[in-house]
């Protein structure tokens, strides 16, 4: 048995408990997501198909006769809602250890630590054979930069962390050769920045420093907290630092 | 030798004339002939020929016969798995059965009549056409094997280097843990948490008994790589030094400021909390550079102050100047001193949107809240009440230190 109800923000799926259904589920919903601006959906397919597994296998333990409820729903922007329900008699998810195991060999009990390390939030029902993940799809941030007769403005998508900070820095250090008349940093869309990506910006800053120490990069659109970080770490030494406008 | 020396070859014909010229013919070239004088005798003259291991390399057969015709001799065969070579003898009026043969795959023909000349080329050119073909699958076959090999030696390489790699993280992941740490004998009660992002962390903290009290150090390095935990222990060891030397805390900052300016080609921000407790004069002092203040909870209660907000980060400026803030304290009194990463736990609003952040007021409502339990189950009901926070998914290192004045 497999079938789809599918809607505008919503898709859903019941279907007999057979591994194969299970690859027919994931590629629907792929292709449902791909209808929003919702980037990492490889992290999507992984919690999507782990939990699948989990209900197949530990849920409704391989039973054909037993079947699996799945849908997915797009809350808000990238934000979407996976939930899986089976016929199993659940399990114990409050003695449930979500921390990914220290030993990276022990592959027992990885599954449910893995999708709640990719999702925003897990929540279980109170018999434990439904499982709900929250996941925000919006992807890597990406830098802009834009070339104006101003100089040139670097508006990052997103967070700033350690994870983006290597291309942040290789974007930077491209930009160090240029002839821009000034730099100036949007961060509109930044709503956290940690300490790695703060050393990238102190680097630019002072490299830019050294070879054309008439130019001062700014910093525009800072939420308060980053203005408060920035003062704290006496960056806005070295930034013109113009906070963002109250709303 | 020609391609044809040895071959082993079927003819299928029921005018027998034209079996023996074929036969004639080809046994001439060398090969080993044999005659069936219908499609069904054919079939099991094959399939006997396949069992007693002398199979049979090519089939030449007519089309119009009795018992089985050569269409379906080719179809007899192919079901029993024995799809071998064809050579099909066409005459007029085979037009339709010719194109069913190409659709069955079947692209060998001879036209009748035909001279002794033009058969032999026929299957010469057949039985060499079938020769290339196994050179070719052989030599794919061996090109295959070779980077077959060729990629297990270098997985083998990889897998080894990887090994090696794990081997020095497993040092320098122990390294690390022994870094932090409170020496279990200190003047202070001390209750250390702390939880790196990935295995290797920039959180550093220490704590040192001097004649007349002792020195605290909390400290964080930008990143989560051996970098940061290779300034770690820079840190470290400047840090006991000065448990040796005893400069105040600023000259000790200002030390090693400029200790990470010179190391420092990455510009790795870095910033720290310095705590000096005198127990005979029972006042403290705290440096700050860059760090979130520490929280003081007096034993009498009252408010608890936020203590060390001045200062820039370590490692960053040449001239960077770092200035002390003394204060008292009685028996009983409790510090706690934090990186960000506790406060930058956070978690998904769903229903908002919003993203959630512990925050300092979160941080020091927690420690509030379990001011009344031994330091210990204080500080392990703070470090649980963070982890659930965040759900268990730090956004960054995260470290906390927990620091009780003992009554005399």
């Known amino acids: 048995m497999y079938t789809i109800h599918e809607d505008t923000d919503r898709i859903a799926f019941e279907f007999s408990s057979e591994p194969g259904h299970i690859d027919r589920v994931i590629l629907r919903a792929e292709s449902f997501l791909d209808r929003f601006e919702a980037a990492g959906s490889r992290d999507f397919a992984l919690v999507l198909r782990e ?39 659940g399990f114990d998810h409050q003695a449930m250890d979500l921390a990914i195991p220290d030993d990276p060999f022990q592959t027992r009990s990885r599954g449910l630590p893995l999708v709640n390390a990719y999702a925003e939030k897990l929540e279980f029902n109170e018999a434990g054979n439904e499982v709900t993940a929250y996941m925000d799809l919006r992807g890597e941030t990406a830098f802009r930069v834009s070339p104006g007769d101003e100089g040139c403005t670097i508006t990052p998508s ?53 070879s054309r120490p008439d130019v001062v990069p700014s910093i525009v659109n800072a939420s308060r907290d980053i203005v408060d970080l920035l003062h704290m770490t006496a960056m806005d030494r070295i930034f013109t630092v113009r906070p963002r406008e109250a709303a | ?17 034209l079996r023996r010229s074929l036969h004639l013919i080809l046994s001439q070239e060398g090969c080993r002939v044999s005659q069936a004088d219908d499609g069904l005798r054919a079939l099991d003259a094959i399939l006997e020929f396949h069992d007693t291991g002398t199979p049979v390399d090519l089939l030449v057969t007519d089309i119009q016969m009795p018992g089985l015709n050569g269409l379906e001799l080719i179809d007899e065969l192919n079901k029993a798995g024995l799809g071998i070579p064809t050579l099909v003898i066409t005459g007029y009026g085979d037009k339709q059965t010719v194109v069913e ?16 000349e033009e058969l032999v080329a026929r299957v010469t050119d057949v039985l060499e056409k079938l020769d290339a073909a196994r050179r070719d699958t052989e030599e ?42 409170v020496p279990p004998d200190c003047l202070v009660e001390a209750v250390l948490k702390s939880r790196p992002l990935s295995r290797l962390g920039g959180d550093y903290a220490g704590v040192c008994d001097s004649p007349e009290g002792c020195d605290v150090l909390v400290a964080d390095v930008a990143g989560h790589d051996a970098g940061a935990s290779y300034h770690t222990i820079l840190i470290k060891a400047f840090f006991e030094e000065n448990c040796r030397t005893k400069a105040p805390g600023p000259d000790f900052f200002r030390l090693l400021n400029a200790q990470l300016m010179e190391s420092g080609e990455a510009d790795r921000m870095v910033t720290g909390l310095f705590l000096h407790l005198d127990f005979g004069t029972m ?50 009194d409790r510090f706690f001193l934090h990186t960000d990463g506790v406060t930058d736990a ?17 941080l020091y409502d927690l420690i509030g809240a379990y001011r009344e339990l031994p330091l210990a189950q204080q500080t392990e009901r703070i470090w649980a009440d963070v982890l659930k926070f965040c759900a268990k998914k730090p956004q960054d290192d995260m470290l906390l230190l927990a620091l009780e004045i003992p009554s005399p």
């Open chain 2, 283 to 332: 006042t403290g002092e705290v440096v700050s550079a860059a760090h979130p203040p520490l929280l003081h909870l007096g034993r009498e209660g009252g408010e608890p102050a936020l203590l060390g907000s001045e200062g820039g980060p370590l490692g960053v400026f040449e001239d960077a100047e770092f200035r002390s803030e003394t204060f008292a304290f009685t028996p009983g």
């Open chain 2, 140 to 181: 794919t076959q061996a090109l295959l094997e070779a980077e077959k090999s060729r990629l297990t030696m270098e997985i083998e390489t990889y897998r080894k280097r990887f090994d090696e790699i794990s081997e020095q993280i497993d040092a320098a992941t122990a390294a690390y843990d022994s870094l932090l740490g």
């Open chain 2, 346 to 362: 956070s978690f998904l609003d769903i229903d908002s949107g919003v993203r959630v952040k512990l925050g300092g007021e979160g």
């Open chain 2, 1 to 17: 030798m020609s391609v044809l020396t040895d071959k082993h070859i079927l003819i299928a014909d029921d005018e027998p004339g």
């Open chain 1, 158 to 210: 997103g967070s700033l962390s350690a994870s983006n900070a290597e291309t942040f820095r290789k974007t930077l250090s491209g930009l160090l050769a240029s002839e821009n008349a000034a730099f100036t940093f949007d961060f509109s869309l930044v709503p956290d920045i940690d300490s790695v990506s703060l050393s990238v910006m102190i680097g630019f800053a002072k490299s830019l420093a050294r």
């Open chain 2, 101 to 116: 043969l190409l659709r069955k795959g079947c692209k060998e023909f001879i036209d009748k009549p035909f001279g002794p």
């Open chain 1, 51 to 89: 939990l699948l597994n989990n209900a197949l296998e530990h849920g409704n333990r391989g039973r054909r006769d037993k079947s699996i409820f799945a849908a997915i729903r797009r809350m808000r922007g990238t934000l979407f809602m996976i939930r899986v329900h089976d016929q199993g008699d």
